[in-house]
Every structure is written in C-alpha cells, then in structure tokens.
C-alpha cells in the first residue's frame, strides 16, 4: 500500500510450496500436454538496437559477462546515473537469467518485476518455476534485476535499522498537534537521511530512469523488443517504458495496475478503498467459517478492527521482539495488511488477531515483518522500505502542509473508514522530500506500440480494479483480462482461466479477448 509506514503496493511473496500430489499432477500435465505452437516475435530488430542517443552508444553496445550463481546465470549491467550527463558517473545494475528450459526453441528473454517500488527483480527471477506458467519457463529466459537503488545495484540507504524500526512505528493517525509534530518530523528524518546518505543517486530514481534502464537491459539480451511481466508498482514502470520505447514493446502483460497519472492522494485514496472492500472480504469469510472472534456479521468485524486500531494507538500490546516490543497502531497495521494481500493468508490473520485478545502481539507482528522484509529481532533483508520513498516521492510529490493531510483524512473516511485515516498521511516525506521530480503524474498512450495485456482483480487490496480498466482505457493498443477474485494481481496465482490466456499470449502470440472475465 501507499504509505508512511507500509510503502507502495507491489506483488507480494513469490516463495510457493506445491504438495507431492500437485506436483505429480504438473508431471502429468508436462507429459500428455500437446507442445504450444511457438511463435517468435517479429518486427524491425535491427533499428531497434542502436541508442537513442549517441552518448550512450557505449551502454547500448555492452555484452553481458553471464556467470553461474546457485543454480542461475548473473550479470553487471552498466548504466549512467543521470542520462542527461552519462558522463558523470555509473552505476552497476544486477541480473540474474533462468534460462529456457527449451534453449532450441527459445522465443528470448522475458524480463520481471515483482512490484514495489523497491522489490528485487532478481530474487523475484529466483522464483521463475512459480512466477510464470510452465510454457513460458520453457521458451522463454526469466530475467530478473533490482532497479537502480533497490537490492543489490546501488541500494537506497536512509536509516539505521533501529531507526527505521522507529519510524515503521510512529502513529499514523495523529490525533493532536503533538502528535502531528512527531509524524512531520518523522517524515523529516526519512527524506534527509535519503539525501544524506545517497547524494549522487537521489536525483536519479525515478521511474523514467528505472524504464531507460531497462531499454539498456534489453540491448544488452540481445532482444529487438522487450518482453515484460509488470505486477504492481511493475505496471507503472511497464507503462512508462511503452511511453519512452513504444516501438520497442515485445509482448507486455500489466498485472495490478498503478495508473501513471494517479496524483499522490488519488493513489492514497484507492488503495483505503481497495483495503477496505479487502478486509470486508476477510472479514465475511472469518464470520462464514464460524467461530470469528470479530464478531458474528460484517460490519460487527469491521468495527472491532477499527476499535481493536485504536486500543493499539492508546495502548499498544507486547510482544516477543526486543527490537519491537510493542505492537502499535502502525505496526498493527502493517500486520493486518499484509494479509490482504493473498487470501492464503487470512486463517494466519485470524489466529493472530484471536491472540491480540489475549493480549500478545507477537504474531501480529510476524505478519507486519513479512511485509517490511524485516527479520524478528531486528533487522531487514532488502531496502524497500526507504527506496520506496526515493521513487514515489520524485514520481508523486505532495504537499509539506498538516493542513492538507487533515483534509485527506477526512475524504478518504468517507469510503474507507477503516483504512482511510491510516493512509491519509502516508505520503508525508514527499512533502518534505528534497529533491523534486521532473516527470509529474500524466496519461500514458503509448502510441505505436505493440498490443499491451492489462489484468486486474475485482477485490485487489493495492491496486483497485478500477485502475487495470483506467490504464486499458489510456493506451492505445490494449486489451483487458479481468479476475472476479481476491488478493493483488492475477497471473499464477490459481486462477487458469488467466494463467491459459497469459500464457498463450507469451508463447504463441495469441492476444486475449479484450473484456476476458475469469
């Protein structure tokens, strides 16, 4: 989600786990499936290989040096911070490859991005047998990267770990000017330890410089068009790389959609709407399995949620975290909302909320950690929860004034009351970022490209339903598939009817029909 504490929505875990029975059965399938009618993708690859500028002829003409790392290929990639000036210093971006599994027809490389922003490319790459259908695996190259400032390449550093376990708990919903003034100077310690610290990257995070990155990627794969699986935070860099390479577009799937013109409290705002209608979802199935401990309907639920928030905010529960000893309302949160992310999760939410009421919690807090990628203890295994506001507050500014945030919390309770009040002031740092952004939020058409697969979930928590069919509606050569299910994005994660239309259109070319409803 977009906020102070929680970040951007992006496509949460990849790390799956198949029964014996489910993989005996994938078994079957690999061996009495007909083999897919393989269809390369055509257009002129030759004007497409040189740099759109001649200072970066250099960049565009570099060649992988691809090494064994686990059971994978990596590789450096070399890009100029500032694109404007590439003379002025670079950056070393890290891939990783799962080669096809069918190296003899290999259709080429597909490119990945779980979300974010701020989620790794390359560990999302790591996952390829679960991230993409298995034909797909089979033709193509799952090539994952960590955008500049993200992971490995150049990572983003703002805070020390303890204090970033501070700020990930300051009180979202200020309720006087005290409280006000500790989230403004929370906001503060964010944006000056992001410039602070990363002088010569802070400027050069954005978006536009992440998707100029990728045109540099697919150059050096060897790839005429870039083929790409968007989810999240993923759609909006997709999109603006079909802005910027139009011609350059290979076969583009946008999974959960961030709309590149959303303004920073539109963003906001749909995200409590889509966390809203999420957990009301949550809430009827926990009263539909009997023995709910929110109560016996749903707006009974939804009260205790919103009551259970404030008695975090007056008195936070303990826990077993020396580093977090207590639950607070943003921590709280942050552990309700990473379960709305995949509805597998709800029975987890459920045990720890019943625990909540019995005053501990620990288990709450489990669930915020695999949210912040942070380790119990103290601690964290990547950066996203400070590159986060490197990207967002150069791609969506807002204002420096409390006076507004007060007015967004008061329009998004009106049809988010739960969620509304939390994410109201969750883009504070960017009103007090320091380096402005020189791409303000806009419509994307993406003229001339190739045909772009636009998917959107109908109870999505991050990115509303609403947004897929915002963007299919912007671009001037989309179509759009459309899951009447739960949880953010679609695309492998149970539903065949989707996975059979993606997949078809990866490997044989076959666009799906635009208004597709699984």
């Known amino acids: 989600m977009t906020s102070r504490h929680a970040g951007p929505p992006?496509?949460?875990?990849?790390?799956?786990?198949?029964?014996?029975?489910?993989?005996?059965?994938?078994?079957?399938?690999?061996?009495?499936?007909?083999?897919?009618?393989?269809?390369?993708?055509?257009?002129?690859?030759?004007?497409?290989?040189?740099?759109?500028?001649?200072?970066?002829?250099?960049?565009?003409?570099?060649k992988l040096a691809w090494h064994e790392c686990d059971d994978f290929e990596c590789a450096d990639l070399t890009v100029p911070i500032?694109?404007?000036?590439?003379?002025?210093?670079?950056?070393?971006?890290?891939?990783?490859?799962?080669?096809?599994?069918?190296?003899?027809?290999?259709?080429?490389?597909?490119?990945?991005?779980?979300?974010?922003?701020?989620?790794?490319?390359?560990?999302?790459?790591?996952?390829?047998?679960?991230?993409?259908?298995?034909?797909?695996?089979?033709?193509?190259?799952?090539?994952?990267?960590?955008?500049?400032?993200?992971?490995?390449?150049?990572?983003?550093?703002?805070?020390?770990?303890?204090?970033?376990?501070?700020?990930?708990?300051?009180d979202p919903t200020p309720d006087d000017p005290s409280e006000q003034e500790g989230l403004v100077a929370a906001?503060?310690?964010?944006?000056?330890?992001?410039?602070?610290?990363?002088?010569?990257?802070?400027?050069?995070?954005?978006?536009?410089?992440?998707?100029?990155?990728?045109?540099?990627?697919?150059?050096?794969?060897?790839?005429?068009?870039?083929?790409?699986?968007?989810?999240?935070?993923?759609?909006?860099?997709?999109?603006?790389?079909?802005?910027?390479?139009?011609?350059?577009?290979?076969?583009?799937v946008l999974d959960g959609v961030v709309p590149p013109d959303l303004t920073s409290a539109e963003l906001a705002k749909g995200q409590a709407q889509g966390f809203e209608l999420a957990t009301r979802a949550y809430v009827e199935d926990c009263v539909s399995e009997g023995d709910c401990p929110l109560g016996n309907s749903v707006d009974d639920g939804m009260a205790w949620i919103r009551d259970f928030l404030e008695s975090l905010d007056r008195d936070p529960l303990p826990t077993d975290d020396p580093a977090v000893p207590e639950l607070t309302e943003a921590w709280g949160s942050l552990g309700l909302a990473a379960a709305m992310y995949d509805q597998g999760a709800w029975g987890i939410l459920t045990d720890a909320l019943r625990e909540a009421q019995s005053g501990s919690g620990a288990s709450l807090l489990g669930l915020a950690?695999?949210?912040?990628?942070?380790?119990?203890?103290?601690?964290?295994?990547?950066?996203?929860?400070?590159?986060?506001?490197?990207?967002?507050?150069?791609?969506?500014?807002?204002?420096?004034?409390?006076?507004?945030?007060?007015?967004?919390?008061?329009?998004?309770?009106?049809?988010?009351?739960?969620?509304?009040?939390?994410?109201?002031?969750?883009?504070?740092?960017?009103?007090?970022?320091?380096?402005?952004?020189?791409?303000?939020p806009h419509e994307i058409s993406a003229a001339g490209s190739n045909p772009i697969v636009v998917v959107g979930t109908t109870r999505d928590p991050a990115t509303i339903y609403e947004w897929s069919v915002q963007l299919r509606d912007q671009l001037d050569n989309a179509v759009?598939?459309?899951?009447?299910?739960?949880?953010?994005?679609?695309?492998?994660?149970?539903?065949?009817?989707?996975?059979?239309?993606?997949d078809a259109y990866y490997v044989e070319g076959t666009l799906p029909k635009d208004g597709l409803t699984c």
């Not at 034909?135 to 303890?162: M, N, T």
């Not at 739960?418 to 952004?437: D, E, I, N, Y």
């Open 10 to 62: 992006r496509a949460r875990r990849t790390a799956l786990s198949l029964t014996a029975a489910a993989l005996a059965l994938a078994t079957v399938a690999a061996c009495t499936t007909p083999e897919p009618a393989v269809a390369p993708i055509t257009g002129p690859a030759d004007a497409l290989t040189t740099a759109p500028d001649a200072a970066l002829g250099a960049y565009y003409d570099q």
């Open 480 to 502: 759009l598939v459309s899951l009447d299910g739960d949880g953010h994005t679609a695309y492998t994660r149970g539903s065949r009817c989707v996975d059979d239309a993606i």
């Open 369 to 440: 950690n695999t949210y912040a990628d942070r380790v119990p203890g103290g601690g964290y295994t990547g950066n996203i929860m400070e590159v986060i506001w490197a990207v967002n507050c150069l791609d969506r500014p807002d204002s420096p004034d409390p006076e507004t945030y007060e007015g967004y919390e008061d329009d998004f309770a009106t049809v988010a009351p739960t969620w509304g009040p939390f994410l109201a002031w969750g883009s504070l740092a960017c009103g007090v970022w320091p380096v402005k952004g020189e791409n303000p």
């Open 187 to 252: 906001a503060q310690t964010m944006a000056q330890g992001c410039a602070e610290g990363n002088p010569d990257l802070i400027a050069h995070v954005s978006t536009v410089d992440a998707a100029k990155d990728m045109d540099v990627l697919r150059a050096a794969l060897g790839d005429g068009h870039l083929n790409y699986l968007g989810k999240s935070y993923g759609t909006f860099l997709g999109a603006t790389y079909a802005e910027l390479f139009p011609e350059r577009v290979g076969r583009f």
């Open 82 to 170: 500032d694109y404007d000036n590439p003379g002025d210093g670079d950056i070393t971006i890290k891939v990783l490859k799962a080669p096809a599994r069918n190296q003899g027809k290999r259709i080429g490389s597909l490119v990945v991005n779980p979300g974010g922003p701020g989620g790794s490319g390359v560990q999302y790459a790591r996952s390829a047998d679960f991230i993409v259908g298995t034909d797909v695996r089979s033709y193509f190259d799952i090539v994952g990267f960590d955008p500049r400032g993200v992971g490995q390449s150049a990572p983003i550093d703002c805070l020390e770990d303890d204090a970033l376990d501070e700020f990930l708990g300051t």
